[in-house]
């Protein structure tokens, strides 16, 4: 059974920096596109950057320069490298991965086949 594990989240002032990792169990993703999303209560899943097979990001406008996501095929993880958090960076942050071999990423929750549990990201002022 696929399974995909988040880990890194947690409490940071406002400014701070955090690594969140993603590493997918029972089959690689290799060639697929990864994503990170985020979700506050009583909002919608917000897609926040994605990677595709070739390693091409692409991110949210609210996270363009101080986001990085990368990822490392060997382990079978992705990353997401936050830096400057604000407050409003706060939500459970979630890992997605789609099942078609070399498909094209897409920021819409709904195209993606498998996500982890999340793991909580806390900005304080």
């Known amino acids: 059974q696929v399974q995909l594990v988040e880990s890194g989240g947690g409490l940071v002032q406002a400014g701070g920096s955090l690594r969140l990792s993603c590493t997918a169990s029972?089959?690689?993703?290799?060639?697929?596109?990864m994503s990170w999303f985020r979700q506050v209560p009583g909002k919608e899943r917000e897609f926040v950057a994605f990677i595709n097979w070739l390693g091409s990001p692409y991110y949210a406008d609210s996270v363009k320069g101080r986001f990085t996501i990368s990822r490392d095929d060997f382990k079978n993880t992705v990353y997401l490298d936050m830096k400057s958090l604000r407050p409003e960076d706060t939500a459970v942050y979630y890992c997605a991965a789609n099942s078609k071999p070399f498909g094209a990423p897409s920021s819409h929750a709904n195209t993606y086949d498998f996500w982890g549990q999340g793991t909580q990201v806390t900005v304080s002022s």
């Open positions: 029972a089959r690689s993703f290799s060639r697929n596109s």
